[in-house]
T-cell receptor, first 109, second 117 residues
């Protein structure tokens, strides 16, 4: 079973920041937080991952709380192309990814 | 840099037949993973190969099998096809457990849509 809890769906206005939350209250010290997204019927796309510190790349920012029990993926300026299912996954290096149902993000014009 | 490639894009079979799906990982990646995504459902882990060895297996019957070749490409074989095997089959690759730097972020291919009639 997935170790994370995400909202089923969210809406975001185009051009605004999309903030996607994820709860992982049972995360252990050596588990990383990964985010992927899947646009309809395509292969999942890697977005970002982190262990303790906040991370930023060209796609998004990942904010992890100090107790590591939750995190937020931030898409700074959402576009219609960001409409997808977003998966938050926690895992130890070398273990399988376990995908939950994710959050269906709809970016609205 | 080329991404993960999968073939064929679509495959139509009938019940009882065998299906063979192929995956070529990103250059330099030694690990290949297979996932099944049935319509409207989440991704279910099938198999993991690294350096030619099967490292882990998901909760699937033995008629799902595969192998990894010396060039790190991989095949997934599904024998005695059943209607419920209809799904999108996704392959992912990573640097592998002995790779450097120590990161095994998985990168996915576009998938093979298998339809069993």
């Amino acid at each position: 079973d997935a170790k994370t809890t995400q909202p089923t769906s969210m809406d975001c206005a185009e051009g605004r920041a999309a903030n996607l939350p994820c709860n992982h209250s049972t995360i252990s010290g050596n588990e990383y937080v990964y985010w992927y997204r899947q646009i309809h019927s395509q292969g999942p796309q890697y977005i970002i991952h982190g262990l303790k510190n906040n991370e930023t790349n060209e796609m998004a920012s990942l904010i992890i709380t100090e107790d590591r029990k939750s995190s937020t993926l931030i898409l700074p300026h959402a576009t219609l192309r960001d409409t997808a299912v977003y998966y938050c996954i926690v895992r130890v290096y070398g273990q399988n990814f376990v995908f939950g149902p994710g959050t269906r993000l709809s970016v609205l014009p | 840099e080329a991404g993960v490639t999968q073939s064929p894009t679509h495959l139509i079979k009938t019940r009882g037949q065998q299906a063979t799906l192929r995956c070529s990982p990103i250059s330099g990646h030694t690990s290949v993973y297979w996932y099944q995504q049935a319509l409207g459902l989440g991704l279910q882990f099938l198999l993991w190969y690294d350096e030619g060895e099967e490292r882990n297996r998901g909760n699937f019957p033995p008629r799902f099998s595969g192998r990894q070749f010396p060039n790190y490409s991989s095949e997934l074989n599904v024998n005695a096809l059943e209607l419920e095997d209809s799904a999108l089959y996704l392959c992912a690759s990573s640097l592998g457990i002995t790779g450097y730097p120590r990161t095994d972020t998985q990168y996915f291919g576009p998938g093979t849509r298998l339809t069993v009639l």
